[in-house]
């Protein structure tokens, strides 16, 4: 999986390669989700414009399984 650009303003892309990304869920550092999408995709644009700046947590899943990463909001 690859996040891009991480830190943003505005969106990270998530994609995967050969794997289909079926759900993204975003928390912020004391651990409520603030988002949950299922996109059924190789690529995905998740949106940040609404959250403020700041450190999160992506749990991104696929078929194969779940990773964890950390994004960052300027």
Do not use: F, H
């Not at 995967?16 to 079926?22: G, S, V, Y």
């Not at 550092?29 to 949950?36: A, D, Q, S, V």
């Amino acid at each position: 999986l690859v996040t891009y650009p991480n830190p943003t303003n505005t969106r990270w892309n998530i994609s995967a390669k050969n794997q289909i990304i079926t759900n993204i869920e975003v928390y912020n550092i004391l651990g409520k989700m603030l988002l949950n999408l299922q996109p059924n995709t190789l690529s995905v644009n998740v949106d940040a414009l609404n959250l403020t700046t700041g450190v999160y947590i992506s749990k991104i899943s696929t078929k194969l399984g779940t990773v964890t990463q950390k994004l960052i909001k300027q």
